[in-house]
C-alpha cells in the first residue's frame, strides 16, 4: 500500500505543470494586427493594379535587356568611374574625420561629456540618409560630383565613427595597461596600446565604407549631382529603356566587382596571408 502511495505521488511529481497564460500576447498581436491593417489603408495601394504588375515588370525587363543599346557603353563607364571617384573621395574624407574623432568617444579615452556629444553626434549623422545631407548641401555646392563626396563623407562619419570607437573599446587591456603603467599619455596609449591591436579592423571597416560609398553614389546621382545615376535618371526619363538596361548591367558589373574585390583584401587583412 505504502509502495503504491510512493508511485503515486511519483507521478504526481512528474507532472509538467501548466505555463502560466500572459494577457500580453493577445494584446500585443491585436494591436500589431491593427497597425497592419491601418497601414495599408492608410499608404492606399491601387490594389486593381496590382494584378497588372508581373506582366508590366515582365515587359519592361524585356524592353531593357532583349536588346541593350551597347554603343553607349564607353559613357557609361565614364559616368561609373565618376561614381567611383566620388565614393573614393567621400571614404577618404570621413576615415580623416572620423577616426580620431572615434578614438576620444571610446569608453576609458575621453570624458564622458565628450564621449557623450561624440556618439550623440554619430548617432544624428545616422539617422539622416545621405540622399537628404546631398540635398542639404546642395545649396552650397550645386549640382557637382563635390557634392556627392561631401554627403557620403557626412554620413561616413556617422558610421565609421560608431564602428570606431567599438573597435577600441574590444581590444585586449593588457597592451593599453602595458602603456599607462609605462607612463604613457592619452595619445601614446592609443598610439602604442590601442591602434596595433586595432588597425586591422580599422582597414576593414574602411574598404567595406567604399562599398557602401560606391552602391550609394550610384543613388546620389539621381538627384543629378553626376555618375552613373544621373545618366541613368535621364535615360529613363526619355524612356530610353535598351538604354537603361545596359546601365544597369554595367552598374550590378561593377558594383559586384568592387565587392568581391574588397572582401578578398578584407578577409586578407582580418584572416592573414593564408586566408581564401
Do not use: C
Request: glycine share 10%.
Amino acid at each position: 500500500m505504502s509502495a503504491t502511495l510512493a508511485r503515486s505521488a511519483a507521478a504526481a511529481s512528474r507532472v509538467v505543470p501548466v505555463r502560466p497564460r500572459s494577457v500580453w500576447r493577445p494584446i500585443s498581436t491585436i494591436g500589431v494586427t491593427i497597425v497592419v491593417v491601418v497601414a495599408f489603408w492608410s499608404v492606399q495601394v491601387p490594389w486593381d493594379h496590382l494584378a497588372d504588375l508581373p506582366a508590366d515588370l515582365a515587359r519592361y525587363t524585356w524592353l531593357m535587356f532583349s536588346s541593350p543599346e551597347w554603343s553607349k557603353l564607353p559613357e557609361a563607364l565614364w559616368q561609373t568611374w565618376r561614381s567611383v571617384e566620388m565614393a573614393w573621395v567621400g571614404t577618404v574624407l570621413g576615415i580623416l574625420v572620423a577616426t580620431p574623432v572615434s578614438l576620444f568617444a571610446a569608453r576609458g579615452f575621453g570624458p564622458v561629456w565628450l564621449r557623450g556629444a561624440l556618439r550623440l553626434m554619430f548617432s544624428v549623422i545616422r539617422a539622416v540618409p545621405e540622399l537628404i545631407i546631398a540635398i542639404i548641401i546642395l545649396s552650397v555646392t550645386g549640382l557637382t560630383p563635390l557634392t556627392g563626396a561631401l554627403a557620403l563623407a557626412v554620413g561616413g562619419i556617422g558610421t565609421l565613427g560608431k564602428w570606431g570607437y567599438e573597435a577600441v573599446e574590444a581590444v585586449p587591456v593588457g597592451p593599453i595597461e602595458a602603456a599607462r603603467a609605462a607612463g604613457g599619455s592619452t595619445p601614446q596609449v592609443l598610439r602604442w596600446g590601442v591602434w596595433p591591436q586595432a588597425q586591422p579592423v580599422f582597414l576593414s571597416f574602411w574598404l567595406y565604407r567604399f562599398e557602401i560609398n560606391v552602391r550609394s553614389s550610384a543613388v546620389l546621382g539621381l538627384i543629378g549631382v553626376g555618375g552613373i545615376g544621373d545618366m541613368l535618371t535621364s535615360y529613363t526619363q526619355y524612356r530610353e529603356w535598351s538604354t537603361v538596361g545596359m546601365l544597369l548591367i554595367v552598374v550590378i558589373v561593377v558594383t559586384m566587382a568592387i565587392d568581391a574585390a574588397s572582401g578578398v583584401l578584407r578577409r586578407r587583412i582580418m584572416e592573414g596571408p593564408r586566408a581564401r
